[in-house]
């Protein structure tokens, strides 16, 4: 997990541990946002600033935050950043204000952001933890806009809101609904794993590390719990 | 304990400097987040007044204004004003924008939300662009859609009176039928308000139309633009009208007149087409006719099998000119055929005779249904023909 | 009687027609990662559907009496993720005493729930929205049991999938999504009725 190669930190997030395409994290802006590229850029973009402002805080006050409330103080800071980028986005971009809508304020419980803020950015100095919240972040955004790309150009016959002329007499218009989304997803993964020749740890069911609710539910115990669960 | 506490002040701390922060992005971002909105807000009244520099919310309820008016802003700089409207098409709803300057020009009109079917009125607005209250009415119909044309026209116009009314102006915004009623309700005091056309079966010369009140006091004569009042007693109420003494009559007239129900069945040519016939004491014929119109069910041709008939009723004089007009029932279009059933259009056969009776303004978009009631009449003439053939 | 078509209206469209996990895309992880089985299915949903409840009672009043009378809208994410925290783990400590019968059939899922993106969507929903207390009791009642119904259907597809024979490739989380596609396109069939049915 420690990495302190700051390049490779860089990278890890983009290619070798893409949140969306490899952890499979963040699925739920994933699927709502990439309707158009030019929103799951936005989103992207939005969640990455949430990612790095959240990163260099918490790793900051990772010597001060108490270790039984560090839950708490993760969520309060991911929370008050994420309101920060609404405002800001709100005022300054308020055409991508309403494409995303009420998921810009679901960053809040993006797995991703607090999944990081648990697994690297309070084991890290400030630095690699800024680099790891980069490159997570532009991971993300590729990814988002990978799909997004996908379901625009095919589904819509636009590529970023400029119509592609030649697409429109074919355009699949299930692409842009809901269950265009989960589909393309699926095949995006697949194709991946197809690419990587399963190299990349591709999840084949969700396990704790893979998920981020692992980090509010105090590591592994979450998989005993499952097993109890289970009987 | 003092691990809690120590726990605990961090984590206030940590709460106290976000909020902090967020107060801080707030106040920055608050004023330029409402200019966005009021920008955005504005944005679809300028697109009907495109070179309004602010709009300000007009309070409706300080005015008297046409009901179809849910809201209405005013121009800051006096340009004028912006009227948003919601009326009834061919589906319901129809919801209209309309700007209109100072001068009574409309400067555009968009429709904002609407069910209709055509989906024309869409870019219908921008054909009265530059066009005043005079030149409403000459604007091009959507082609199938009378129903949403008139229904735009007449919200286009709304927002002209709206406008004039805003501007300080009085205008009459009561609907036809409101007037009517008022009319009636002036003419005759003793009807309460509740009348009802009458079907006439006698020719009542120089009057257009008779309502009588339903609650038997009395009769309403329609001459010209006159409404004359009278009691049942034949008191013409009305002051400064010509000859009461031929309303007087009238009422007379109308009240006595007796009518005597033929049997059809004695007429073996007449049993397909005739409904019912009736004859009055003074030699005028009643008679109810089925036409082949459209029909509402399943657009089949004719429906003679299924019985969806135009039923008219007509009254006519023994030698064949009709007294009065009325749809019984039909079984057209909505939107379209239904219209027969409307008194702007079975009104024009009123007065006709069989040599001129097809010269009538035919219902656009349903020449079957035109054709159909045409047919109608044709064996209303026919039967008046035979059955004052057969007493001869 | 209007106010009651209204009220069914928005439970079933929360229900069928803008289903949480299918068409708005709220709860996902949890939907991929615990509908492995069918007694893990109806125990999350239930979970959910109780979480959502509890929270839209207490955070709907906050917003309406607290945060928008003292104009202090921008707290909105802070406080409800902060509450919707610590409600879950109230419940869960409750749960524990009262009835450890229905701890261990619910309490496992209640940790998930903290950052599960429906629970803190639906409150946000119903404040965008501007549902009335019932209104908004009503509608996350509809997304709990959205959820709930989404998870049972995918928990009886998974069971399937496990015994089906998939290209390596697609093993995994791949024909996971692409089932839960299909059943997304399935409650789209269900667009538009609702209204019309109680029109």
Same mark, same amino acid.
């Given at each position: 997990m420690k990495n302190n190669n700051s390049l490779s930190v860089l990278t890890n997030g983009i290619l070798k541990e893409n949140p969306v395409l490899v952890l499979v994290l963040g699925t739920c802006p994933t699927l709502a946002t990439t309707t158009t590229v030019s929103g799951a850029i936005g989103m992207g973009l939005a969640a990455l600033v949430v990612l790095l402002c959240s990163n260099i805080f918490i790793s900051l006050l990772r010597k001060i935050i108490p270790e039984t409330m560090r839950i708490p103080c993760y969520i309060v800071i991911i929370a008050g950043f994420v309101t920060v980028v609404k405002m800001l986005v !709100?005022?300054?971009?308020?055409?991508?204000?309403?494409?995303?809508?009420?998921?810009? %304020?679901?960053?809040?419980?993006?797995?991703?952001?607090?999944?990081?803020?648990?697994?690297?950015?309070?084991?890290?100095?400030? $630095?690699? &933890?800024?680099?790891?919240?980069?490159?997570m972040g532009l991971g993300f955004t590729l990814a988002l806009g990978a799909m997004a790309t996908v379901r625009e150009v095919f589904g819509a016959a636009s590529f970023a809101g400029i119509a592609i002329p030649l697409l429109e007499e074919y355009k699949i218009e299930f692409l842009t609904k809901a269950p265009g989304g989960l589909l393309v997803y699926g095949l995006l993964i697949a194709l991946v794993y197809a690419l990587t020749k399963g190299c990349a740890p591709v999840k084949k069911s969700f396990s704790c590390s893979g998920c981020a609710n692992a980090s509010t539910c105090r590591m592994g115990e979450c998989a005993n719990r499952e097993k109890e669960g289970n009987n | 304990?003092?691990?809690?506490?120590?726990?605990?002040?961090? /984590?206030?701390?940590?709460?106290?400097?976000?909020?902090?922060?967020?107060?801080?992005?707030?106040?920055?971002?608050?004023?330029?987040?409402?200019?966005?909105?009021?920008?955005?807000?504005?944005?679809?009244?300028?697109?009907?007044?495109?070179?309004?520099?602010?709009?300000?919310?007009?309070?409706?309820? %300080?005015?008297?204004?046409?009901? #179809? $008016?849910?809201?209405?802003?005013?121009?800051?700089?006096?340009?004028?004003?912006?009227?948003?409207?919601?009326?009834?098409?061919?589906?319901?709803?129809?919801?209209?924008?309309?700007?209109?300057?100072?001068?009574?020009?409309? #400067?555009?009109?968009?429709?904002?939300?609407?069910?209709? #079917?055509?989906?024309?009125?869409?870019?219908?607005?921008?054909?009265?662009?530059?066009?005043?209250a005079a030149a409403i009415d000459a604007v091009d119909t959507i082609g199938g859609a009378t129903k949403t044309t008139a229904a735009y026209k007449n919200a286009v116009k709304d927002a002209l009176n709206t406008a004039i009314i805003l501007g300080g102006g009085s205008v009459d915004v009561r609907t036809e039928e409101q007037i009517l009623a008022d009319n009636l309700a002036a003419a005759l005091p003793q009807g309460e308000g509740e009348f009802e056309k009458t079907f006439l079966v006698e020719e009542l010369e120089n009057i257009d139309a008779v309502y009588y009140a339903e609650n038997e006091s009395g009769y309403v004569f329609v001459i010209g633009e006159q409404y004359v009042g009278a009691l049942a007693d034949g008191t013409v109420l009305t002051e400064d009208v010509e000859n009461a003494d031929a309303i007087t009559d009238a009422a007379a007239l109308i009240q006595s007149t007796v009518i005597e129900e033929i049997d059809i069945t004695a007429y073996p040519d007449l049993t397909k087409t005739v409904v019912s016939a009736k004859k009055t004491e003074t030699g005028n014929y009643i008679v109810e006719t089925k036409g082949a119109g459209y029909g509402i069910k399943g657009g089949n041709e004719y429906h003679p099998a299924s019985g969806e008939?135009?039923?008219?009723?007509?009254?006519?004089?023994? %030698?064949?000119?009709?007294? %009065?007009?009325?749809?019984?029932?039909?079984?057209?279009?909505?939107?379209?055929?239904?219209?027969?059933?409307?008194?702007? /259009?079975?009104?024009? /056969?009123?007065?006709?005779?069989?040599?001129?009776?097809?010269?009538?303004?035919?219902?656009?978009?349903?020449t079957m249904t035109t054709d159909g009631y045409k047919q109608a009449i044709e064996r209303a003439f026919a039967a008046v023909k035979t059955l004052s053939g057969g007493e001869a | 009687m209007e106010e009651l078509r209204l009220l069914i209206v928005i439970l079933l469209s929360a229900v069928f027609v803008d289903n949480y996990v299918l068409c708005r895309f709220l709860g996902i992880c949890p939907f991929l990662g615990v509908s492995k089985k069918l007694n893990q299915s109806v125990g999350m949903g239930v979970a959910v559907t109780l979480v959502m409840l509890i929270a839209t009672a207490v955070t709907w009043p906050i917003q309406c009496y607290v945060l928008d009378t003292l104009?202090?809208?921008?707290? !909105?994410?802070?406080?409800?993720?902060?509450?919707?925290?610590?409600?879950?783990?109230?419940?869960?400590?409750?749960?524990?005493?009262? &009835?450890?019968?229905? *701890?261990?059939?619910?309490?496992? *899922?209640?940790?998930?729930?903290?950052?599960?993106?429906?629970?803190?969507?639906?409150?946000?929903?119903?404040?965008?929205?501007?549902?009335?207390?019932?209104?908004?009791? $009503?509608?996350?009642?509809?997304?709990?049991l959205g959820f709930l119904l989404a998870m049972v259907l995918f928990s009886g597809i998974r069971s399937r999938i496990n015994e089906a024979n998939i290209p390596t490739p697609f093993r995994g989380l791949a024909v996971t999504l692409i089932a839960a596609s299909f059943i997304s396109l399935a409650f789209m069939g269900f667009g538009g009725i609702i209204e019309n049915i109680f029109a």
């Open positions: !709100q005022a300054f971009f308020p055409g991508l204000y309403e494409v995303l809508g009420v998921y810009l %304020d679901l960053i809040t419980v993006n797995c991703i952001i607090l999944g990081r803020a648990e697994m690297f950015a309070n084991k890290n100095t400030v $630095v690699v &933890s800024a680099l790891d919240g980069i490159g | 304990m003092k691990n809690s506490i120590k726990n605990l002040s961090v /984590f206030v701390c940590i709460c106290t400097v976000m909020t902090l922060l967020l107060a801080l992005t707030n106040t920055v971002t608050a004023p330029i987040i409402l200019e966005n909105q009021n920008a955005s807000a504005n944005k679809a009244l300028l697109e009907v007044m495109p070179d309004g520099t602010g709009f300000e919310a007009v309070a409706l309820e %300080d005015y008297t204004l046409p009901a #179809t $008016v849910t809201e209405a802003y005013r121009e800051t700089s006096g340009l004028g004003y912006v009227v948003k409207l919601a009326t009834a098409g061919y589906g319901p709803d129809m919801v209209i924008m309309c700007g209109v300057d100072s001068s009574g020009v409309v #400067t555009g009109a968009v429709c904002l939300s609407s069910n209709e #079917t055509l989906s024309k009125e869409k870019t219908y607005g921008e054909n009265f662009i530059n066009k005043d008939y135009i039923i008219v009723r007509v009254s006519m004089t023994a %030698d064949g000119k009709i007294i %009065d007009c009325l749809t019984v029932s039909e079984a057209e279009t909505d939107g379209l055929g239904d219209a027969c059933a409307s008194e702007s /259009f079975y009104g024009q /056969f009123v007065g006709k005779t069989e040599e001129n009776y097809t010269e009538i303004d035919a219902i656009s978009g349903a | 104009g202090l809208g921008y707290l !909105q994410n802070i406080l409800f993720i902060l509450i919707i925290a610590t409600l879950v783990q109230m419940l869960e400590m409750l749960l524990k005493k009262l &009835s450890p019968s229905l *701890y261990k059939g619910l309490g496992v *899922y209640l940790p998930l729930i903290t950052t599960n993106c429906a629970v803190l969507g639906v409150t946000i929903n119903n404040i965008i929205d501007g549902y009335s207390f019932v209104e908004s009791m $009503v509608s996350s009642l509809g997304c709990g």
